[in-house]
């Protein structure tokens, strides 16, 4: 956890500025079965919780902005980022360049938690 905390505050400091793109104050838009809610908004990071239901996915495709997604609770989270399969581990945090073709996606039995540290 101590980990997590660190990587968390390390990233949330380099990253330069807000995102509007996809989340508007605490409101955003998403797939069905997969909710957020931003707890960082501020000029220079944003920050989602998102959580994934079971069978729950995002449509394929770019974003517009910089994204570190890291990992709150462990299950079988399918995620490709430019045709690569990312493994899915609690804590371990990975990135996704902007523009670059991915897929998320709950292929577990629970509800899967996670973090996204966004930069435009």
Do not use: C
């Amino acid at each position: 956890m101590k980990r997590l905390t660190i990587a968390i505050s390390v990233l949330s400091l380099t990253i330069a500025s807000a995102l509007y793109a996809q989340v508007v104050g605490s409101r955003t838009t998403s797939a069905p079965g997969i909710t957020r809610r931003v707890v960082v908004d501020e000029r220079t990071v944003q920050v989602v919780r998102s959580t994934y239901q079971p069978g729950a996915a995002e449509p394929p495709g770019p974003h517009s902005f910089d994204v570190v997604i890291v990992p709150l609770s462990a299950g079988f989270m399918e995620v490709t980022v430019a045709g690569k399969r990312i493994p899915w581990k609690s804590g371990e945090a990975f990135f996704i360049r902007r523009g670059v073709e991915h897929r998320v996606a709950n292929k577990g039995r629970r509800p899967i938690d996670f973090i996204s540290i966004r930069n435009p």
